[in-house]
C-alpha cells in the first residue's frame, strides 16, 4: 500500500504527517528544524530508497539543504552549507526556494534568493551554480517582488536532461535547452501589468508566481502570474491566457493532476492589496479542459472566513490514484483532499506560518 508523506515547511521549521494509501488519518512529528524559516523540501523517490531534502535557513548560521534517508527520522548536513556562491561573485545564498529532482539520476536542482539555480549530481550532498544564467546580461535588470527575489519554479524537461525551465519574480520565465550553457527569456504573451501601458508586455521583468509542467505532456504548461493565469502547449514558446471564469487573476500556486494534463488546479486570491481568498471564502479552482472552464471546489467543507494566502509553494498533489490535493495556509493548517478536490477536510492546524507543502507516496 505504501505510505504517504506531506511535508509542511513553516517560518518556524517542519513538519511530516505520515498516512498510507487512504489518507483518511495523520500522525504527525515536529518541528524540525525549529525557529529555521522552511522554504523548500522535495520527497526524491529516486534511488535505493527516499531521500528527503529540505532547505532550512536559521537567522544564525545560514542556509543549508539538510537530507534524510531514513524518512525524517535523522537528517544530515553539508559542511559549510550545500549551496553557496563562488567566491568571485561576491553574492550570498539568503534562501533556498526551489528544490527539484532532474531528469537524471542523482541530479536535482535549487533555486536561491538572490535569484540563481544550482545543480547537484549527488542527490543534494553539494550544488555548483549555473553561471551562464547567474552571468545573462539581464540579470541586473531583475527587481524584488514583495516577497524577494528568487527562483521560485525549475522545471526540468521529464525526457530532455539538456532542457530546464525557471522562473522568476521579477524577471520572468527563462529556458535552456543545451544543458545550462545559455538560457533566453521565454515570456511571449504573459503580461506585466505593473509596467507602464507600452511596456504591459515585455521580453522580460514579469513576475511570474509559479509555473507547472505536466510529466507525460512535457509541452503542456501553466503558469499564475502576478495578475493572469496562462496556458502553453509549445513548451513556453508562447503563453494565453485562461483566466476567463475565475473570480481573480491574482494567486501564487498552480498545480496539475499528475494524472491527466487537462485537469489544473489554482487558488485565487482577491488581488495584490488584499491578499486573501475573494470575500474570504478558501476555495481551490479546478479545470478539466485545460483551463476553458473552472468549477469552485470546497463548498461547505473548506472555510469561509479565510483571510490569508496561500503561497507559490504551498499547494500540491501527491502520486495516488485518486489524486490527493493539499494547500496550507499562512494560518497555519493545512487542507487535504484525496478524491482529487472533491472533499476536504483539516489535517493539522495551528502550525506556523505554511511556506511549502510537498506530498509523495513512499
Given at each position: 500500500?505504501?505510505t504517504?508523506?506531506?511535508?509542511?515547511?513553516t517560518?518556524?521549521?517542519?513538519?511530516?504527517?505520515?498516512?498510507?494509501?487512504?489518507?483518511?488519518?495523520?500522525?504527525?512529528?515536529?518541528?524540525?528544524?525549529a525557529?529555521?524559516?522552511?522554504?523548500?523540501?522535495?520527497?526524491?523517490?529516486?534511488?535505493?530508497?527516499?531521500?528527503?531534502l529540505?532547505?532550512?535557513?536559521?537567522?544564525w548560521?545560514?542556509?543549508q539543504?539538510?537530507?534524510s534517508d531514513?524518512?525524517?527520522?535523522?537528517?544530515?548536513e553539508?559542511?559549510?552549507?550545500?549551496?553557496?556562491f563562488?567566491e568571485?561573485?561576491?553574492?550570498?545564498?539568503?534562501?533556498?526556494?526551489?528544490?527539484?529532482?532532474?531528469?537524471?539520476?542523482?541530479?536535482?536542482?535549487?533555486?536561491t534568493e538572490?535569484?540563481?539555480?544550482?545543480?547537484?549530481?549527488?542527490?543534494?550532498e553539494?550544488?555548483?551554480?549555473?553561471?551562464?544564467?547567474?552571468?545573462?546580461?539581464?540579470?541586473?535588470?531583475?527587481?524584488?517582488?514583495?516577497?524577494?527575489?528568487?527562483?521560485?519554479?525549475?522545471?526540468?524537461?521529464?525526457?530532455?536532461?539538456?532542457?530546464v525551465?525557471?522562473?522568476?519574480?521579477?524577471?520572468?520565465?527563462?529556458?535552456?535547452?543545451?544543458?545550462?550553457?545559455?538560457?533566453?527569456?521565454s515570456?511571449e504573451g504573459?503580461?506585466?501589468?505593473?509596467?507602464?501601458?507600452?511596456r504591459?508586455?515585455?521580453?522580460?521583468?514579469?513576475?511570474?508566481h509559479?509555473?507547472?509542467?505536466?510529466?507525460?505532456?512535457?509541452?503542456?504548461?501553466?503558469?499564475?502570474?502576478?495578475?493572469?493565469?496562462?496556458?502553453?502547449?509549445?513548451?513556453g514558446?508562447?503563453?494565453?491566457?485562461?483566466?476567463?471564469?475565475?473570480?481573480?487573476?491574482?494567486?501564487?500556486?498552480?498545480?496539475?493532476?499528475?494524472?491527466?494534463?487537462?485537469?489544473?488546479?489554482?487558488?485565487?486570491?482577491?488581488?495584490?492589496?488584499?491578499?486573501?481568498?475573494?470575500?474570504?471564502?478558501?476555495?481551490v479552482?479546478?479545470s478539466?479542459?485545460?483551463?476553458?472552464?473552472?468549477?469552485?471546489?470546497?463548498?461547505?467543507?473548506?472555510?469561509?472566513?479565510?483571510?490569508?494566502?496561500?503561497?507559490?509553494?504551498?499547494m500540491?498533489?501527491?502520486?495516488?490514484?485518486?489524486?490527493?490535493?493539499?494547500?496550507?495556509?499562512?494560518?497555519?493548517?493545512?487542507?487535504?483532499?484525496?478524491?482529487?478536490?472533491?472533499?476536504w477536510?483539516?489535517?493539522?492546524?495551528?502550525?506556523?506560518?505554511?511556506?511549502?507543502?510537498?506530498?509523495?507516496?513512499?
Amino acid at each position: 500500500m505504501g505510505t504517504t508523506l506531506v511535508l509542511v515547511g513553516t517560518r518556524k521549521g517542519l513538519w511530516i504527517g505520515r498516512s498510507d494509501a487512504s489518507r483518511a488519518e495523520w500522525a504527525w512529528s515536529g518541528p524540525h528544524f525549529a525557529m529555521e524559516e522552511v522554504y523548500s523540501c522535495l520527497v526524491d523517490t529516486r534511488g535505493p530508497q527516499p531521500r528527503l531534502l529540505v532547505g532550512a535557513s536559521s537567522s544564525w548560521l545560514g542556509p543549508q539543504v539538510w537530507r534524510s534517508d531514513d524518512l525524517g527520522e535523522t537528517w544530515q548536513e553539508t559542511p559549510n552549507g550545500a549551496v553557496r556562491f563562488p567566491e568571485d561573485t561576491g553574492a550570498t545564498v539568503s534562501r533556498v526556494w526551489q528544490l527539484q529532482p532532474g531528469a537524471e539520476d542523482g541530479v536535482v536542482w535549487a533555486g536561491t534568493e538572490p535569484g540563481a539555480v544550482f545543480r547537484s549530481v549527488d542527490r543534494g550532498e553539494t550544488f555548483s551554480l549555473e553561471r551562464a544564467l547567474w552571468d545573462h546580461p539581464h540579470r541586473p535588470q531583475w527587481n524584488a517582488g514583495f516577497g524577494g527575489q528568487a527562483f521560485h519554479t525549475i522545471l526540468p524537461h521529464p525526457t530532455d536532461p539538456r532542457a530546464v525551465l525557471a522562473a522568476i519574480s521579477t524577471g520572468g520565465v527563462y529556458r535552456t535547452s543545451d544543458g545550462g550553457a545559455s538560457w533566453w527569456p521565454s515570456n511571449e504573451g504573459i503580461k506585466a501589468e505593473f509596467m507602464p501601458g507600452d511596456r504591459h508586455y515585455p521580453e522580460f521583468g514579469q513576475c511570474v508566481h509559479k509555473v507547472a509542467r505536466h510529466p507525460a505532456a512535457p509541452d503542456r504548461l501553466y503558469l499564475q502570474n502576478h495578475g493572469g493565469v496562462y496556458r502553453s502547449d509549445d513548451g513556453g514558446d508562447s503563453w494565453f491566457s485562461i483566466a476567463d471564469g475565475l473570480p481573480s487573476e491574482f494567486g501564487f500556486p498552480i498545480v496539475v493532476d499528475p494524472h491527466d494534463p487537462e485537469t489544473v488546479y489554482v487558488f485565487p486570491i482577491d488581488d495584490a492589496g488584499a491578499r486573501w481568498p475573494v470575500d474570504g471564502h478558501a476555495r481551490v479552482w479546478r479545470s478539466r479542459s485545460g483551463g476553458e472552464d473552472w468549477e469552485p471546489l470546497g463548498e461547505g467543507m473548506l472555510p469561509d472566513d479565510f483571510f490569508v494566502a496561500v503561497m507559490r509553494d504551498a499547494m500540491c498533489v501527491d502520486s495516488g490514484e485518486p489524486t490527493g490535493l493539499y494547500f496550507g495556509g499562512r494560518n497555519g493548517a493545512v487542507h487535504a483532499s484525496a478524491d482529487g478536490g472533491s472533499s476536504w477536510r483539516e489535517i493539522v492546524r495551528d502550525l506556523p506560518d505554511v511556506l511549502v507543502v510537498r506530498a509523495a507516496t513512499v
